[in-house]
T-cell receptor, first 111, second 115 residues
Framework: DAKTTQPPSMDCAEGRAANLPCNHS???????VYWYRQIHSQGPQYIIH???NNETNEMASLIITEDRKSSTLILPHATLRDTAVYYC????????????FGAGTILRVKS | GAGVSQTPSNKVTEKGKYVELRCDPI?????LYWYRQSLGQGPEFLIY????????DSGLPNDRFFAVRPEGSVSTLKIQRTERGDSAVYLC?????????????FGPGTRLTVL
């Protein structure tokens, strides 16, 4: 079973920041938080991951709370192409990190 | 460079038939994963290869499902005596070494329909 909880859907206006929350209250110390997204009819695409510090890359920012029980993925300027299902996943360190996907959040970016 | 490719993109078969689904990972990636995704759900892990060996096959639903990776590159997922419940998108992913911090790169999937 997925160890994360996400809202089933969210809407965002084009050009605005999209903030996608994720609850992972049972996360353990050796588990990373990953975000992937899946655009319709495509395979999932990696976005970002983190352990305990906030992370930023060219796609998004990841904010992890100090207790690590929740996180927020931020798309700073959402575009219509960001419409997708966003998955928050926790997975341990080590090799063979099979990803356990939940239902994710459907993000609809609207013009 | 080329990403992960999967063939065929679509496969329609009849109940009871045997099917093979192929995955070509990114060149040089030692880790390869198979997932399957039913309509409206997230992908579900099936099996993980490190090189030629199946390091974790805990997600295979039953003994009708089998996967190989004989030379540590291309992998084939084999399903015997297909059932209607096997209908799904089968996704393959590869990563450079299988470490937790590796990005998994997914292919576009094979849509399997069992009539």
């Amino acid at each position: 079973d997925a160890k994360t909880t996400q809202p089933p859907s969210m809407d965002c206006a084009e050009g605005r920041a999209a903030n996608l929350p994720c609850n992972h209250s049972t996360i353990s110390g050796n588990e990373y938080v990953y975000w992937y997204r899946q655009i319709h009819s495509q395979g999932p695409q990696y976005i970002i991951h983190g352990l305990k510090n906030n992370e930023t890359n060219e796609m998004a920012s990841l904010i992890i709370t100090e207790d690590r029980k929740s996180s927020t993925l931020i798309l700073p300027h959402a575009t219509l192409r960001d419409t997708a299902v966003y998955y928050c996943i926790v997975s341990p360190r080590g090799y063979g990190n099979k990803l356990v996907f939940g239902a994710g959040t459907i993000l609809r970016v609207k013009s | 460079g080329a990403g992960v490719s999967q063939t065929p993109s679509n496969k329609v078969t009849e109940k009871g038939k045997y099917v093979e689904l192929r995955c070509d990972p990114i060149s040089g990636h030692t880790a390869l994963y198979w997932y399957r995704q039913s309509l409206g759900q997230g992908p579900e892990f099936l099996i993980y290869f490190q090189g030629t060996g199946a390091a974790d096959d805990s997600g295979l639903p039953n003994d009708r499902f089998f996967a190989v990776r004989p030379e540590g590159s291309v992998s084939t997922l084999k399903i015997q005596r297909t059932e209607r419940g096997d209908s799904a998108v089968y996704l393959c992913a590869s990563s450079p070494s299988g470490q937790a911090t590796d990005t998994q790169y997914f292919g576009p999937g094979t849509r399997l329909t069992v009539l």
